[in-house]
């Protein structure tokens, strides 16, 4: 087997990821792997590195993917916009459309606020979570920007932040009343310029900058000018310190031109910009990594008068990202469980009955699908070791040298195998340019894994419904062993109430994660089994199976509404939809399940039940291992 790899210069030891998926044949001589990744160099021994070769990190390298903003946001909510095709209004035409808005189209500035507000809560509830950023300070002015952040900041309250309002210069008229009364209802504190702390750092996770809209000229005046230095303060506290809060500037970065932007450029430097209605020109020179469009109200006939490009809204969502999301890397993603402690003679004698009381955990804390699981199966040419073994091999050697501008590695042994081969790491001393260590990962992974849904679990195994002629469904008839995956995230589960509890006190809740593995072989359920699930399925759902010749390549997804729609037509009687003899169910028999739990600094728990066989009969032996 032949590595080649790309030289580094330095002349210390050089550690290297690659990888490579393996072409799917049985011979693997003289395999070429090509680099994944250089890392620095490192001037360890090669027993240092054989310490740190499990780091997840490391395991990670060769599928390093970028993932958007501070958390992940929800599924189609902030789809990808290109700023560069969108419109962007000037300070006459914002004027004019709010107008015309008001004016012959019959919209009141209490709808257009309260529409604006949501949008803006909306935003940040996309990008910070109430988790992470709770204590909000809305900072608003004397006109609609104001009214905008003070409709924000209820809406943030109902969210679950907790916000504050600052609003130095009240607006005596009804709407701005209302808006204080529902917020002081709400036990929302207000807070003068005086009380304010010298430090909004210190007390704050969320700054939302509500003082100036599109109507804002000249120069900011008392008491806004300081309110704006403060803002300014932080962004520069935020160059020099891990954790500052965030600012939300609400339609315009306050103090900038409308048009120019920030002119001096020492103004304020939000961390997201929620344009209201359609971007204003001074958008363009928003350079921070949220840029959102709200106010979902704009009808068709300003969008022609004034010949408005906007993002759509994706779904009903009140926001739309424009602009690429941020990446970050993913091996930043760092998430710690907090969850009492699985203990051996805590959980149930039998997988089964353990497997069910964490199901219904799932299914009590209002996770959706907890039934999804994802599916591995292996061709005949797999060798998946169960009974608690991995489903990898590894191996660690010395050997080979590094030639002139590539590495050859000789491997010793002949492996037969399909899948993917990860190389660690390995070491050359840039000196001798010998290879000094080299570790790789192999997976037998011909194996392939999709997510199916469960339908019934007992004694007897897991069973999920599918198409028989399916990728899925070939490779069990060449090897029925399978492994199953549940992950459960986000659970829900209560503290103790204490004897004297009494109504009004705090109950904490906290969130944990659960994984269950299960694995053994699989046989097709028997035919009336399947026949009385299918149909007990929706009408559609049968239809939709006779549809699909799953895993067929198809020219469109037209063929499919095609073949549904004749179906349909077929079947408007209403009589019994034939069950394809293509379609049908199988049961995994469980010959391994491990239970895994999140804890703490990555310490969790992992519980294997393995059968044995003691006087004839079945008993599960539980172990732990190591996390
Ligand atoms: N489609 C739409 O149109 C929608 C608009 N919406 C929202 O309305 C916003 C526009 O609102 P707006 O017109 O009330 O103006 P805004 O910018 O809040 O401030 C005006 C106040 O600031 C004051 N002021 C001005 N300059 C100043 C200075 N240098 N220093 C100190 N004060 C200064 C000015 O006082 P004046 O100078 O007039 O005495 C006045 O009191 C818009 O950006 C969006 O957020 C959404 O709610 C719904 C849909
Ligand atoms: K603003």
Do not use: Y
């Given at each position: 087997m032949t590595m080649v790899i790309r030289k580094s210069s330095s002349r210390a030891m050089t550690c290297l990821f690659l990888y490579q998926l393996l072409p799917p044949t049985r011979s693997h001589h003289n395999h070429s792997f090509s680099i994944y990744k250089s890392c620095r160099s490192l001037s360890k021994t090669p027993s240092d590195f054989l310490g740190s070769i499990w780091c997840p990190t490391v395991c990670a390298a060769p599928t390093i993917r970028s993932f958007s903003s501070k958390f992940s946001e929800s599924n189609t909510t902030a789809r990808m916009q290109n700023p560069e095709s969108i419109s962007y209004l000037t300070q006459r035409e914002a004027a004019e459309v709010d107008e015309i808005l008001m004016g012959p189209l019959g919209f009141s500035v209490d709808q257009l606020m309260e529409l604006a507000g949501l949008s803006v809560a909306t935003s940040i509830a996309e990008v910070y979570k109430p988790s992470e950023y709770s204590r909000v300070l809305a900072i608003c002015g004397p006109g609609n920007n104001g009214g905008d952040g003070l409709v924000a900041a209820r809406h943030l309250h109902h969210f679950g932040y907790k916000p504050s309002v600052c609003y130095p210069k009240r607006t005596q008229k009804p709407l701005y009343n209302g808006l204080v009364t529902q917020l002081e209802s709400?036990?929302?504190?207000?807070?003068?310029?005086?009380?304010?702390?010298?430090?909004?750092?210190?007390?704050?996770?969320?700054?939302?900058?509500?003082?100036?809209?599109?109507?804002?000229?000249?120069?900011?005046?008392?008491?806004?000018?300081?309110?704006?230095?403060?803002?300014?303060?932080?962004?520069?506290?935020?160059?020099?310190?891990?954790?500052?809060?965030?600012?939300?500037?609400?339609?315009?970065?306050?103090?900038?031109?409308?048009?120019?932007?920030?002119?001096?450029?020492?103004?304020?430097?939000?961390?997201?910009?929620?344009?209201?209605?359609?971007?204003?020109?001074?958008?363009?020179?928003?350079?921070?990594p949220h840029h959102f469009l709200g106010g979902r109200f704009v009808p068709s006939s300003i969008v022609d008068k004034f010949k408005l490009h906007l993002p759509p809204y994706p779904g009903t969502s009140m926001c739309v990202r424009i602009g690429k999301p941020p990446q970050i890397d993913i091996s930043a993603l760092r998430q710690n469980y907090i969850s009492p402690e699985l203990l051996e003679e805590q959980v149930a004698a039998d997988p089964i009955d353990q497997f069910c009381k964490w199901f219904d955990e799932a299914l009590a804390s209002g996770l959706r699908e907890p039934n999804a699981m994802a599916l591995s199966t292996v061709g005949k040419d797999g060798k998946p070791q169960l009974k608690g073994a991995q489903n990898y091999v590894e191996w660690v050697g010395s050997f080979g040298v590094c030639k002139k501008d590539k590495c050859e590695l000789e491997l010793d042994k002949e492996i037969q195998f399909l899948g993917l081969v990860q190389v660690l790491f390995m070491l050359i001393d840039t000196i001798t340019q010998d290879l000094l260590v080299t570790t790789c990962h192999v997976t037998f992974c011909n194996s392939s894994s999709r997510i199916v849904l469960l339908k019934g679990v007992d004694k007897d195994g897991f069973v999920w419904y599918t198409n028989y002629e399916s990728q899925k469904a070939h490779e069990l008839s060449e090897n029925p062993q399978a492994s199953l995956l549940f992950y459960w995230d986000g659970l829900k589960r209560q503290a103790m109430l204490p004897l004297h509890f009494r109504p009004g006190s705090k109950v904490h809740i906290r969130l944990y994660k659960h994984e269950v593995r299960v694995e053994g072989s699989v046989q097709k359920v028997p035919d009336e089994e399947s026949e009385q699930y299918f149909h007990s399925r929706p009408r559609g759902s049968q239809i939709g199976a006779i549809a699909s010749k799953q895993s067929t390549i198809i020219p469109g997804r037209h063929i499919l509404h095609q073949t549904y729609k004749e179906l349909e037509g077929k079947y408007s009687d209403g009589s019994l939809i034939p069950k394809p003899k293509h379609w049908g169910g199988y049961r995994l028999k469980p010959q391994l399940f491990e239970f895994w739990q999140g804890q703490q600094s990555r310490l969790h728990d992992r519980l294997q039940y393995i059968p044995q066989e003691i006087d004839g009969k079945l008993v599960w032996k539980i172990v732990r291992l190591a996390p």
């Open positions: 709400l036990s929302v504190p207000f807070l003068s310029v005086e009380d304010l702390p010298v430090d909004l750092s210190e007390d704050f996770d969320i700054l939302v900058d509500a003082m100036f809209g599109f109507s804002f000229h000249g120069s900011p005046r008392p008491p806004f000018d300081d309110l704006i230095q403060k803002l300014v303060q932080l962004c520069n506290f935020a160059q020099n310190h891990q954790k500052s809060p965030v600012i939300v500037s609400v339609d315009i970065p306050s103090g900038w031109h409308v048009e120019e932007g920030d002119v001096s450029g020492e103004g304020v430097k939000p961390d997201m910009l929620v344009s209201l209605t359609a971007p204003k020109l001074c958008a363009k020179r928003f350079t921070g």
